[in-house]
């Protein structure tokens, strides 16, 4: 069985850039523009991991992975951050909180992120 | 007969002394303790009087009246003497009941004392005769011993407790005046018990009056002596206008006597006319020459200075110089001003008393301030009348109204100041004397000094009020313009955070999906056009560097330390990321990497940012050497608390010049500058504030055309 992934990222292009690199390698993916939405789609999906961006409208990224620890079905989801470069004192106040990975997009081209995303089901 | 001649006289003569005493002391004043005095000097009148009488009676019923009338005085001696010490001292609970039971008691002992249970019977021995003590004589003789005691035990106590020198001598005069009273004069009681002594204690009053006296004159006891003074004066002037003109007249009696009624008419009007002068003569010889003032002047020097010295408040160093002089003067009035040469008029400084002082500073001539100031000294009002010029008139004129009787002038140096004091009449009516003149010339150059002081301290204080309102406007300006700059550099932040993420997104899209345009899955795109998208690649990675460094160097810039999210990692592995991102540079130019890191070396840091400092030196390190070069990656551990890596190349090298402005942000070493065009020069400068952040430090050695080494050095951290 292929393996779910959601994305939680408001900017359209780079949701989609990201979905077909990852349909690509045959992962199941789903989309979501911001925080509240992933929020229902990952308790009625129960994806395998979740990519999610920082900065979103009506709930941040940070936001939604508190809440979705906090459920039994989240307490172990894994869970990349997609973080922007200035974004570092939030992420490093969260990590504290919980346990994810995060990575800077710029920083990345889509087949690194596909490796490390590849990487992290395979430890799972 | 001959026998009881001495002790009259002595009766008389204590009479007549004792009787002077207490009417001087009571004009002084309708005190407590001059009142209490008075009453003992009655007491005094009534004994030596009494026992006058007594020496003189013949018949037993006047000895026994003479007698009882003594003892009605007698009987209240030792407690009006313990309420005068308590007057001296102080009153409390234990002694005012003490003093109350003593008065009930003795008015007792005067009602038995007319009784025979006192005295009853006539003892007759050579030198008069005394009645014989019954038994409540004994139990009198017993309470007055008692307070007797009381009495000297509170004033030695006072005396023992008494800082003041001058009041511990006149207490002692007490101590020394009563106890020849109480104990000579006690004598007159041996008479009652049969014992004949010879009248001695009759010369006791006597005795009292000559010590009181004595004390008055030399340690001004009771602040009596200034009306002895006027008594004493117009005693000799009234002597000295009739003594001489008795004489010539009684000679002219002898001689001439029909020019006897001329001759009085003469000298009744020339003494009428000369008594004033006279009286104005002695006075001024009785106050510089017989009496010293009634206070001590090391004392009062001493307090003066001790209060000019205290303080710089100009205005409370004259109100207690003046308090304090008042007090040893008793002047009515004193001031000082300050005399304006250019506007010829005085400015009041203090005035304690004198009425209209201010506005009676019209324009004088300011020749006589001069004079005033040239003397030096103390100048009373009769020396200030000597100034006789016309031009004068007006200022000793004003001094006249004004009633000041003593001008002082007070030198103040390095001032425009002039200071005068101005002494009004001394309460008394007497004149200054020689010892009041001594004082206050030695005290004006201190006055003149603490006023100088005081200026000058309050000029300081003044300027030092106007730098605090100076320096409280700037820094309210500073803290305004500081908000300002807040506000903008908040502004800043906010602007550079949007930009860049607002840039930083399109550029990650084109990033990917240029990436995914290079895949070319499709397989629809040639060769050429693949070039052309690894272009557009590459120089977008250029763009996302800049915008990194740029955030880089704002986030430094607002005063913000790097964030760093320590981990543990392998060194080698981050090398050969690095390695990778450079290699098209590193194999076009042939450039060998000497890698002497072990594969095993991990260091606990933030990865992405050292992986940002092997970025920046590795890649500065590859585009600075020549082909074929070789570039030396090895490191040095300090101790086991530092580790320093090192990045040696043998490239074109920094010129020395140059090679102090190298971490300075925008700088680019100018051959560097002339090989690669591209480069912001914010390389280094972020390299080193990111190692800093880490508590380590960066530095280098160069030579210009020999090559480069880099280093930097973090503290070594243990996982946990």
Request: glycine share 4%; with cysteine.
């Amino acid at each position: 069985m292929n393996k779910t992934i959601l994305i939680v990222e408001d900017d359209v292009a780079l949701v989609e850039a990201l979905s077909i690199s990852l349909k690509e390698e045959n992962f199941e993916v789903y989309e979501a523009h911001n925080g509240e939405e992933g929020l229902i789609f990952a308790e009625k999906i129960l994806p395998d991991l979740i990519l999610c961006d920082i900065n979103m409208p009506k709930m941040d990224g940070l936001t939604m992975l508190s809440k979705i620890r906090k459920t039994k079905w989240g307490a172990n989801l894994l869970f990349i951050m997609l973080t922007n470069y200035s974004d570092q004192e939030k992420i490093s106040r969260a990590l504290s909180n919980s346990v994810f990975s995060y990575l800077v997009k710029s920083d990345w081209d889509l087949s690194q992120i596909v490796t490390e995303i590849k990487k992290k089901l395979k430890t799972d | 007969m001959i026998e009881s001649l001495f002790p009259k006289i002595f009766s008389l003569l204590s009479l007549a002394c004792i009787i002077g005493l207490g009417i001087i002391v009571v004009r002084n004043g309708w005190k407590l303790i001059n009142k209490l005095f008075l009453l003992l000097t009655i007491i005094l009148i009534i004994w030596v009087f009494g026992s006058f009488m007594m020496f003189s009676g013949t018949s037993s019923q006047q000895i026994i009246f003479w007698d009882r009338f003594v003892y009605a005085g007698i009987i209240f001696w030792a407690i009006i003497q313990y309420h005068f010490s308590l007057a001296l001292s102080h009153f409390n609970r234990t002694r005012k009941s003490f003093l109350i039971f003593g008065y009930f008691l003795f008015f007792g002992f005067l009602l038995i004392s007319q009784t025979d249970y006192f005295v009853s019977g006539i003892f007759y021995y050579t030198w008069g005769a005394h009645m014989k003590a019954q038994t409540a004589h004994h139990f009198f003789m017993a309470f007055f011993a008692f307070y007797v005691i009381l009495f000297f035990y509170t004033l030695l106590k006072k005396y023992h407790n008494e800082p003041d020198k001058l009041k511990k001598k006149r207490i002692l005069v007490y101590i020394i005046g009563f106890s020849v009273l109480d104990f000579i004069g006690g004598t007159a009681f041996l008479p009652a018990y049969q014992v004949a002594i010879y009248p001695i204690f009759l010369a006791t009053p006597l005795i009292f009056s000559i010590i009181i006296t004595y004390s008055i004159v030399y340690f001004g006891l009771m602040n009596i002596k200034l009306i002895m003074r006027r008594y004493f004066v117009y005693f000799l002037s009234v002597a000295s206008c009739i003594l001489p003109e008795g004489i010539i007249l009684y000679n002219i009696y002898l001689f001439y006597p029909t020019y006897l009624i001329p001759a009085f008419v003469i000298f009744y009007i020339s003494s009428l006319l000369s008594f004033n002068w006279i009286r104005k003569s002695y006075y001024r010889f009785a106050n510089r020459y017989f009496f010293s003032s009634l206070y001590d002047s090391n004392e009062l020097i001493y307090n003066l200075n001790k209060h000019l010295r205290s303080s710089l408040d100009i205005k409370k160093t004259f109100a207690s110089v003046t308090d304090i002089l008042i007090q040893a003067f008793h002047s009515r009035a004193i001031a000082t001003v300050n005399f304006d040469y250019k506007k010829e008029q005085w400015s009041v400084l203090y005035n304690h008393n004198f009425l209209s002082l201010s506005l009676a500073s019209s324009k004088f001539n300011h020749d006589i301030i001069k004079d005033i100031f040239s003397k030096n000294k103390p100048l009373l009002l009769e020396d200030i009348k000597e100034f006789k010029q016309p031009q004068n008139n007006s200022f000793i004129a004003t001094i006249k109204n004004l009633n000041i009787k003593l001008v002082v002038p007070v030198k103040i140096k390095k001032t425009q100041l002039n200071g005068l004091m101005f002494f009004g009449p001394k309460e008394s009516g007497e004149i200054y004397n020689d010892k009041d003149l001594k004082v206050l010339e030695l005290i004006a150059g201190e006055i003149g000094v603490t006023v100088e002081n005081a200026l000058l301290y309050q000029s300081v204080k003044k300027f030092n009020v106007k730098l605090k309102n100076e320096i409280s406007k700037a820094t309210k300006k500073l803290q305004e313009q500081n908000k300002t700059l807040k506000k903008l550099d908040q502004v800043k932040d906010e602007f550079i955070g949007v930009v860049s993420h607002q840039l930083r997104t399109p550029l990650t899209g084109i990033r990917w999906f240029t990436e995914l345009l290079i895949k070319n899955k499709k397989k629809n795109l040639n060769v050429d056009q693949l070039n052309l998208l690894k272009h557009i690649g590459s120089s977008n990675l250029s763009l996302i560097k800049l915008v990194n460094d740029l955030l880089d160097v704002s986030h430094i810039e607002t005063g913000h330390k790097f964030t760093i999210v320590k981990k543990l990692f392998n060194i080698n592995e981050l090398l050969a990321e690095v390695i990778k991102e450079n290699i098209y540079l590193i194999e076009t130019k042939k450039l060998i990497i000497d890698n002497e890191i072990p594969d095993t070396f991990e260091i606990y840091a933030d990865r992405d940012k050292i992986k940002q400092v092997w970025q920046n030196l590795i890649t500065n390190a590859s585009k600075y050497s020549k082909e074929n070069a070789r570039i030396r990656i090895y490191f040095k551990l300090k101790k086991e608390v530092a580790v320093t890596f090192y990045v040696q190349d043998d490239g074109i090298g920094i010129p020395k010049k140059q090679q102090v402005s190298l971490f300075t942000k925008f700088f680019r070493a100018s051959n560097a500058a002339l090989q690669y065009t591209e480069g912001t020069g914010l390389g280094l400068y972020i390299a080193r504030e990111i190692v800093r952040a880490h508590d380590g430090e960066m530095s280098f050695k160069s030579v210009e055309n020999k090559g480069s080494i880099f280093y930097f050095s973090l503290p070594v951290m243990l996982k946990n």
